[in-house]
C-alpha cells in the first residue's frame, strides 16, 4: 500500500511539475535598468528630464518579439503606455518624462507579435520573390481575426485591406501587406501571445531640478565684514548677494549658524586655546544661548536670518544649511538629556576625533543609547531638521553622514520629504566608495566626490566613466566641489591663478552640481605647512576679503556658470564622452543633452604652468559626417568662429591667457554655431 501511494505521488508531483513548465513565462525580461540593488533603492530621476528604460528581451525561435514600457506615479492608478524599440541584439529602450517630483513606479511587458512575425517572414520572401499565395492568405487570416475586436475606423480599414487584398497576386498582395499604416493598426488589435510583465514595479524617485543641477557659493557669514574686529551679520551676506548672483550661482550655503561653545574653544589656527576675542569653530554648536535651533547673537538672531533667507529669494537663488550632529561641551543636550552621551568613568566625556585631527571642543550624541536614549535622540535630531525647514529651508547639507548609523539616515530622510518633499539633502562624505554610494542609495540627493583629488586625465576620465555607468550612475549624483573650508587641495597650493581657472572649467562642464567655497574666486591657497588646510583658516577667525582683488578669476567663473545656464547638456554629468588628444595634458570630451540639442566640444590644459599644444581627434561620427566634413564652430570663452576641415584639429593652450576651450559646432550648412 505505501509503495503505490508513493507512486501516486511521485506521479502527481511530476504532473504538477509539467504543468508549471507549460505555465512558465515563454519569453524572457532581464537585466533591467535603471535598477538599484535589484530594486531594493529606487533609482533616481529628474523632473522633465527623459528616465531612460532599457532591458534584455527575448524567446526561442525566430518569432517577432514586441515589448511596452508601463509607468505612473505611485499614488496614480492609470498606467501610461510608451512602446519600446529594439537596439539589436536582444536590447530593447523606452524613456519617459516625469512631470512632477514623487516615487514612480514602472514595468515592462513583452509578448509574441503575430503580425510582426508575419511581416518579418512575408518581408523576406517579398525581397526573394518566393511568396506563395497561401502565406498572402495567412495574412489574410490574421486580419480577419482581428476585425472581431475592431471597431471604427480601425475596422473600416481592415475591412479595406480584406477587400483590395482578395485576388490580388502574391507581388500585390506584399505591397499591401506590408504597409506601414496596416502594421501599425494591426499591432494595436492583434492578440497578444505569451505575455510576460515584470514581476514587480520597480522604482524611481523623481526630483525637482535643482537637485540634478545648481551652483554652490559657501561663505562664512561673520566674515562678510569689513574689519577683523567686526563681526559679520546676515545683513552684511544681503549686501553681497547681488554680487554672488551676478557670478551666476543658484544656491548660497553657510556653516553652521547656532551659537558657538565657551568650552575648549579653538583658537586661530585650530589653536587649543582660544585668547578673549577669537570667535571659535561655528561647528562647536551650542552655548547658552540655544542649541541646533537657535541662531548665533551676533549675526542677527532668527529674525536677521529670515531677512537673509527672504533676499535669497528675492534674487532667485536658495539658502542651504549645515546640518552637523555634533555638540559643544555647553550644548543645553548635555545638561537636558545627559543619557544621549557616552560619560567616561571619571565623569568626563570624550571628545570628537578624526585621527591625526582633534576636535576638543565637540562631543558626539550616542544612537543607540539603550532605552534612556532611543527613540528620543533620533526624533530630537529629525525635529532639527524640521525645524528650519518651517523656516523655509529645503537644502541641507549634511556634516559627516558616514559616521552616523544609516538606518538613521533612511528613517529621517524619508520622514523629512513626506512633509517637505522638495528637501534636497547634500552628503558631505570623503569615505570609502561603498559608504559614499550607499548613503545616496537610502536617500541623499547629492553628494561630495572624490573630484577635489582627481588631476590628471587617466584619473579624471576614468572617475567620470565609473560616475557615468551603471550601476552608478542609476542613484550617485555628483557635486564637483573644488575647495572647502576643510580641504586646501595640493594642486591648488602650487597652481597660481591659471590653476583656479583649470579646476573650476573641470568641475563646471563635468557635473551639473559644483561649487566653491568663498576665497576660491580670489585664488586663495596660503596652506598650512605640509597639510591641505587654510593658514589662517577662517573656521578659527573672522576673515575680511577684498572682493575685487586683482588677479581674481570672477570673469571665468560668470562665464561658465552662464554657459551651464545656456546649454541642457552641462546640466548633469550624464553622457559625458572622452575623446583622443595626443597630448597627456590636455583632456579633451564632448557633452550633448540629445540627438537635437547642441553639441559642444571641450578640451581643457590641466597643465597650470606650461603652454600645451594638441591635436584634437574631432568625433565626426557623433554628427553624423564623414572623416572629411566640415563643422561649423563657434568658440564660446574667447568668442570666435571660424571652419574645422577634417577630424585633426591643433589648438594651443596658454595658462595664463585661457586654458580651456568649449566650442560649439555643427555641420557645414545646418546652421550658424
Known amino acids: 500500500m505505501a509503495v503505490r501511494e508513493k507512486r501516486v505521488s511521485v506521479a502527481r508531483s511530476r504532473e504538477s511539475a509539467l504543468r508549471a513548465a507549460i505555465a512558465a513565462p515563454r519569453i524572457v525580461i532581464e537585466v533591467v535598468a535603471p535598477i538599484v540593488l535589484g530594486g531594493r533603492f529606487p533609482a533616481k530621476g529628474t523632473v522633465e528630464r527623459a528616465t531612460t528604460v532599457e532591458a534584455t528581451i527575448f524567446m526561442d525561435g525566430h518569432q517577432e518579439l514586441a515589448a511596452a514600457l508601463l509607468w505612473k506615479r505611485s499614488d496614480q492608478t492609470r498606467w501610461q503606455i510608451e512602446p519600446m524599440q529594439s537596439l539589436g541584439n536582444d536590447r530593447w529602450q523606452a524613456q519617459f518624462v516625469p512631470g512632477k517630483p514623487g516615487t514612480y513606479q514602472y514595468l515592462i511587458e513583452a509578448w509574441l507579435s503575430p503580425w510582426l512575425s508575419f511581416h518579418e517572414e512575408l518581408r523576406k520572401k517579398c525581397e526573394a520573390g518566393v511568396v506563395q499565395p497561401v502565406e498572402i492568405e495567412e495574412g489574410r487570416l490574421q486580419i480577419e481575426a482581428a476585425l472581431t475586436s475592431a471597431r471604427g475606423r480601425v475596422g473600416r480599414l481592415l475591412q479595406s485591406v480584406l477587400d483590395k487584398s482578395e485576388g490580388l497576386a502574391p507581388d500585390a498582395a506584399c505591397s499591401l501587406l506590408l504597409s506601414d499604416n496596416l502594421t501599425s493598426v494591426m499591432k494595436s488589435v492583434e492578440q497578444r501571445r505569451f505575455i510576460c510583465r515584470l514581476e514587480r514595479p520597480l522604482l524611481v524617485e523623481v526630483e525637482r531640478r535643482r537637485a540634478e543641477f545648481a551652483s554652490w557659493y559657501e561663505l562664512f557669514p561673520r566674515s562678510q565684514t569689513d574689519r577683523p574686529d567686526r563681526h559679520g551679520t546676515f545683513d552684511d551676506v544681503i549686501a553681497r548677494l547681488p554680487a554672488i548672483r551676478a557670478m551666476g550661482f543658484d544656491v548660497l550655503y553657510l556653516p553652521p ?98 585621527p591625526p585631527k582633534k576636535y576638543e571642543d565637540i562631543v558626539n550624541v550616542e544612537f543607540y543609547r539603550g532605552d534612556e536614549a532611543l527613540p528620543e535622540v533620533w526624533t530630537a535630531l ?151 588646510e587654510y593658514l589662517d583658516s577662517e573656521k578659527y577667525e573672522i576673515r575680511p576679503r577684498d572682493w575685487n582683488a586683482p588677479g581674481n578669476i570672477i570673469g571665468e567663473i560668470t562665464r561658465l556658470n552662464y554657459l551651464r545656464r545656456q546649454y541642457r547638456c552641462l546640466q548633469s554629468h550624464l553622457g559625458t564622452r572622452f575623446h583622443h588628444v595626443d597630448n597627456d595634458q590636455v583632456i579633451f570630451f564632448s557633452r550633448r543633452a540629445g540627438p537635437a540639442e547642441p553639441l559642444l566640444l571641450i578640451a581643457i590644459s590641466l597643465d597650470p604652468h606650461h603652454a600645451q599644444g594638441c591635436y584634437l581627434d574631432i568625433p565626426l561620427e557623433l554628427f553624423g559626417q564623414p572623416d572629411s566634413a566640415t563643422l561649423e564652430v563657434h568658440e564660446l570663452i574667447g568668442g570666435g568662429r571660424f571652419l574645422w576641415h577634417g577630424r585633426t584639429q591643433h589648438w594651443w593652450f596658454n595658462p595664463h591667457e585661457q586654458p580651456f576651450a568649449v566650442w560649439e559646432a555643427r555641420p557645414l550648412g545646418e546652421g550658424t554655431a
Open 257 to 354: 549658524i547656532h551659537p558657538i561653545g565657551l568650552t575648549h574653544r579653538k583658537g586661530r589656527n585650530n589653536a587649543r586655546v582660544a585668547i578673549h576675542d577669537d570667535p571659535g569653530s561655528p561647528y562647536a554648536i551650542g552655548a547658552a544661548e540655544g542649541g541646533h535651533t537657535a541662531v548665533h547673537p551676533e549675526l542677527g538672531g532668527i529674525e536677521g536670518f529670515r531677512r537673509l533667507r527672504a533676499a535669497v529669494a528675492d534674487v532667485d537663488m536658495e539658502l542651504a544649511l549645515d546640518f552637523a550632529i555634533q555638540c559643544s561641551p555647553d550644548h543645553p543636550w548635555l545638561t537636558e538629556h545627559p543619557e544621549w552621551f557616552a560619560w567616561r568613568p571619571d565623569g568626563s566625556i570624550r571628545y570628537a576625533e578624526n
Open 382 to 532: 529629525r525635529d532639527v531638521v524640521e525645524f528650519w525647514a518651517k523656516e523655509g529651508v529645503s537644502i541641507f547639507r549634511v556634516d559627516n553622514p558616514h559616521t552616523k548609523p544609516l538606518p538613521f539616515w533612511q528613517w529621517l530622510i524619508a520622514d523629512i520629504r513626506s512633509r517637505y518633499p522638495d528637501t534636497i539633502f547634500l552628503s558631505e562624505a570623503f569615505t570609502r566608495p561603498p559608504m559614499m554610494y550607499r548613503l545616496a542609495q537610502i536617500g541623499f540627493n547629492q553628494s561630495y566626490t572624490y573630484f577635489t583629488w582627481r588631476n590628471d586625465k587617466w584619473e579624471l576620465s576614468s572617475y567620470l566613466e565609473e560616475l557615468n555607468r551603471p550601476p552608478v550612475s542609476d542613484f550617485y549624483r555628483p557635486n564637483f566641489f573644488v575647495n572647502t573650508p576643510d580641504i586646501n587641495p595640493w594642486y591648488l597650493q602650487t597652481s597660481g591663478r591659471a590653476g583656479f581657472v583649470i579646476r573650476a572649467a573641470l568641475a563646471a562642464t563635468l557635473s551639473g552640481l559644483w561649487g566653491v567655497y568663498s576665497g576660491f574666486e580670489l585664488c586663495e591657497s596660503a596652506a598650512v605647512p605640509g597639510k591641505e
